[in-house]
């Protein structure tokens, strides 16, 4: 067995050679080294038998080395105070550079005796470690200058910088001071509230889609927005905001730096009111360089000149001044380059020739104590300078003219004191003209301050512009009279001049209260208006009941057994008949038109259907002229598009129809396309609809007839054609209610090409709207048996019409009983069941919308309940609707008609009998 101190003592030699560290012994008496091992050695860059013997502390850098304190803890540690000592410096190596160790020592003692035998010293090389340290010390003293740096620009900035939270509410975590110049919060008040608290309200959902737009990279990089002051008034900012993510990508903070932008927001608001005052002005408004060249122009200088800006801009004033007036002109415009505003009367000379009467206001623009250019204010005083030079050279002959005028004229001397007044003048302002001359002005006319505060003595507008001699511009102002009664004048102010001397002024002013009379005139034509309204109503009722009849009367005629002269006779009466309901529908088309009633509907629209049924409707008529009638459409043109198909296909109707009609060979094309110009436009679009013929043309001289109500380009036509002159002027209006506009290319004798554009929304199969599909009931085989068993009731108060009805209702086997008001109706259904009423709007007694009314109150579904009418508006529909009525049949009515309501509503009349009847057996 092996000795275990011989063990330890090996096991120590082999840690002692291989350790990665340096470990050494030293005296500890006099710090000689004695013995060191290979990794002090190599850390020193020495052999071991160069050290033997050499001193600790010569190996010590001597900046690092305090003796004091290293004989302190060398004593301590030899007596026993401390067991170890601990220390960082560098030591010197043998090629004199520099390595950071980390160095501890002990004291070994006699386990006998306890006396110290040797030091021993281990030593680590931190140098690695040291660099290190030195470079994180380094960042972060830059680090802490950086944070200083920002902080000081954060404190100091204009910006308001704010770090908001990534919550809902967008909480404040830190805000700059400049959240009290900017918002008057201090930022304790805000820090842990939320940041949309001070933004303005209207403001806050564009600021929540900016920042969602933002965070998907949709959005641009600054936004500008309202915030509320603590005042509540708003503040115009711009913000760029940044974002701030963890490593898994989820939003940790957003970071916004925040400028104040009102001052810029109110001086783009008074560029803009300036631009507005400048573009919009009546007057011709200028801007030119002191020079003379004209910089700007609006559109009063080019409607002042006749010229146009591209013709005014870069030119000179002065080929716009009468030769006359030139010198003049150069004299005042200097005196403004000169910094002195000017006002002044010239000629300027039209495009056309004509010389112009006209005052000039200059006004210098100055800019950083220097005139950079002149603004000229122009107004036409040709027909104020001409009246008022007329009353100038008043003699006896015109003076009679001014005693007939309906404008109140007075003079009035240099003091302001009246010198003549006419006839009108007096009687305005309710004077004797002879008792009141020589009175002052004041004393006769009244001027108040805007604040209903008369002006001190002499010192109303039009005193002041007498004595000063200057003219006042045609204006308004109330007047009061000495009893205390007023009125809104129209007057404007001329100086009489006398060899370039003043002598007075001519005021010039009429009565502008005609209120009364305007709201008197429209009550009145509202007045007609529903009285027209009324009548075509009326009218439409009374023509349509026995046209009703004769049509339904023919139609049953048709359907007897008829020779073939007969079968005409009937046909003769159905199509005139149809003509006659055609030409009343075009006058109260014409009249909603004109009323401003006519509504659009707003439905999907298949264009080429609804081409192809116009074309089925005259391919016979064309047929039998020889005409050759086509059709092309586009294959841009959609195939569905929303709007009015009903009005569209109107247009369409009567320009194919005036084709057929004015056309006797050749052939009549129809050709759709999109607008070039409209093509792009992702919400709407422009087609453009040609309706072409070879017929006899239009005269040009006559063209513009066309479109005019009850217009006929020849009584010849009129004769040989005949029309009522409506179809075109309703096209026109029907267009241009549709946002288009039509036109005509013709010739005598060339044909005819008619052409409008309509402005229809595209259609969006995601819109959830759906097409109205057709739904009807497929005819049954024998329509003899339809009605057996279903109880109807006809409430009619013609017997005309009534027996008509019955007479249909019977080819379906149904059996009726007939009343002629609404009362004897509700009287019938207190008495029996009926399944079926056909209810007529316009009865005596109770009309059929109050009787619907009253059955619906105790009847809520059965009996079904048609109307029929002669009031054909979209709105007489809805009213029949809203009242309870299930179904709407305008007059005439035909077989068909009858037949569809039948088909609609007979099956679910026997549905709900066969309901009750399995009720009533439950029962």
Excluded at 52 to 68: Q, R, V
Excluded at 92 to 107: D, F, P, Q
């Amino acid at each position: 067995m092996s000795n275990p101190i011989t063990q330890n003592r090996l096991l120590f030699e082999q840690l002692y050679t291989h350790a990665p560290i340096g470990i050494a012994v030293a005296s500890h008496v006099n710090g000689r080294w004695l013995q060191l091992n290979p990794a002090f050695c190599e850390m020193l860059g020495y052999r071991e038998d160069e050290l033997i013997d050499k001193s600790i502390i010569h190996m010590i850098y001597e900046a690092d080395l305090d003796m004091d304190s290293f004989r302190s803890e060398f004593y301590d540690m030899t007596n026993g105070v401390t067991m170890m000592y601990e220390t960082e410096f560098r030591l010197k190596r043998k090629n004199n550079t520099l390595l950071w160790a980390c160095v501890r020592a002990c004291i070994v003692k006699d386990e006998m005796t306890d006396e110290p035998i040797y030091l021993l010293v281990q030593a680590a090389d931190i140098s690695k470690q040291k660099e290190a340290e030195e470079r994180l010390i380094i960042q972060r003293q830059k680090l802490e200058e950086s944070s200083q740096i920002s902080r000081m620009l954060t404190e100091s900035s204009l910006d308001m910088i704010a770090i908001h939270d990534a919550d809902v509410e967008r909480t404040f975590k830190y805000i700059s001071p400049a959240c009290e110049i900017m918002l008057g919060y201090q930022p304790e008040e805000l820090v842990g509230h939320s940041g949309l608290s001070v933004i303005y309200p209207e403001d806050i959902p564009l600021v929540k889609a900016y920042v969602t737009g933002q965070i998907q990279g949709l959005a641009p990089d600054r936004i500008s927005y309202r915030l509320r002051h603590k005042d509540g008034s708003p503040v115009w900012v711009d913000t760029l905001t940044q974002y701030v993510y963890d490593e898994q990508g989820n939003l940790q903070e957003m970071i916004a730096v925040t400028r104040d932008m009102t001052a810029r927001k109110q001086e783009e608001l008074r560029q803009q009111e300036y631009q507005s005052l400048f573009d919009y002005n009546p007057l011709g408004v200028a801007s030119l360089a002191p020079d003379g060249k004209l910089l700007k122009a609006n559109s009063g200088q080019e409607q002042l000149t006749g010229h146009t800006k591209e013709e005014l801009l870069g030119g000179s004033f002065e080929h716009l001044i009468d030769p006359v007036d030139l010198e003049k002109t150069r004299y005042y415009f200097e005196e403004s380059v000169k910094g002195k505003a000017q006002s002044y009367e010239i000629g300027l000379i039209h495009k056309d020739g004509q010389r112009i009467e006209t005052n000039v206001i200059n006004v210098p623009i100055i800019l950083e104590g220097q005139v950079v250019g002149v603004f000229g204010i122009t107004s036409d005083i040709t027909e104020s300078k001409r009246y008022v030079e007329e009353i100038e050279n008043l003699s006896y002959e015109r003076a009679l003219i001014l005693n007939a005028m309906s404008e109140g004229v007075i003079g009035l001397d240099r003091d302001g004191h009246i010198i003549f007044a006419n006839p009108a003048a007096t009687e305005m302002m309710d004077f004797c003209p002879s008792a009141k001359n020589g009175m002052p002005f004041e004393e006769i006319i009244l001027q108040m301050q805007s604040e209903g505060i008369p002006y001190p003595t002499n010192e109303t507008p039009i005193v002041k512009a007498v004595r000063e001699g200057r003219s006042l511009p045609r204006s308004e102002s109330v007047f009061w009279r000495q009893d205390g009664s007023s009125f809104l004048a129209e007057f404007q102010l001329k100086p009489i001049m006398d060899q370039g001397k003043t002598r007075g002024a001519v005021l010039v002013f009429r009565d502008m209260t005609s209120v009364n009379e305007i709201i008197r005139a429209k009550e009145v034509a509202e007045h007609a208006d529903k009285a027209k309204s009324e009548f075509l109503a009326i009218m439409s009722h009374e023509l349509r009941t026995p046209l009703n009849g004769i049509m339904g009367m023919a139609h049953l005629l048709k359907e007897t057994e008829l020779d073939e002269e007969q079968h005409g006779f009937a046909e003769i009466i159905i199509d005139s008949g149809e003509s006659l309901l055609h030409i009343l529908n075009e006058i109260l088309d014409f009249s909603k038109i004109e009323a401003g009633k006519m509504d659009l509907a707003r439905e999907a629209v298949d264009l080429r259907e609804m081409t192809a049924g116009v074309m089925e409707l005259f391919a016979l008529r064309a047929s039998e002229k020889n005409i050759e009638l086509y059709c092309e459409i586009s294959d841009q043109v959609p195939e569905r598009m929303r709007g009015d198909e009903t009005r569209i296909r109107q247009v369409l109707i009567n320009l194919v129809g005036n084709a057929v009609k004015f056309t006797d060979k050749g052939n009549i094309q129809i050709h759709m396309n999109v607008h070039p110009a409209e093509c792009e436009n992702e919400e709407r679009l422009t087609l453009a609809f040609t309706v072409k013929d070879t017929g006899i043309g239009i005269p040009l001289e006559k063209q513009h007839q066309l479109f005019q109500s009850f217009s006929q380009l020849d009584p010849s036509i009129n004769r040989k054609y005949g029309g009522t002159g409506l179809g075109l002027a309703i096209s026109r209006k029907l267009v241009e209610l549709m946002g288009g506009a039509i036109g005509v290319q013709s010739d005598a004798g060339e044909g005819a090409e008619f052409y409008f554009t309509l402005s229809l929304e595209r259609w969006n199969d995601e819109s959830g709207d759906l097409i109205e599909e057709s739904n009807e009931v497929s005819e049954l085989t024998d329509q003899s048996h339809q009605a057996a068993g279903i109880k109807i009731l006809v409430a009619e108060d013609q017997q005309l019409n009534s027996h008509l009805m019955e007479e249909m209702l019977r080819k379906h086997g149904g059996v009726c009983d007939i009343v002629e008001n609404g009362e004897e109706a509700v009287k019938a259904l207190e008495r029996e069941h009926y399944d079926l009423i056909f209810m007529d709007i316009k009865m005596p007694i109770m009309d059929g919308i109050e009787a619907t009314c009253k059955i619906r109150q105790t009847h809520p579904e059965i009996p079904v309940i048609a109307a029929i009418t002669a009031f054909v508006g979209a709105t007489d529909r809805e009213a029949c609707l809203k009242c309870g009525m299930q179904d709407f049949i305008s007059k005439p009515f035909s077989s068909q008609e009858i037949r569809r309501v039948m088909n609609t509503w007979v099956p679910f009349i026997r549905a709900h009998q066969k309901n009750v009847k399995s009720n009533f057996e439950v029962t």
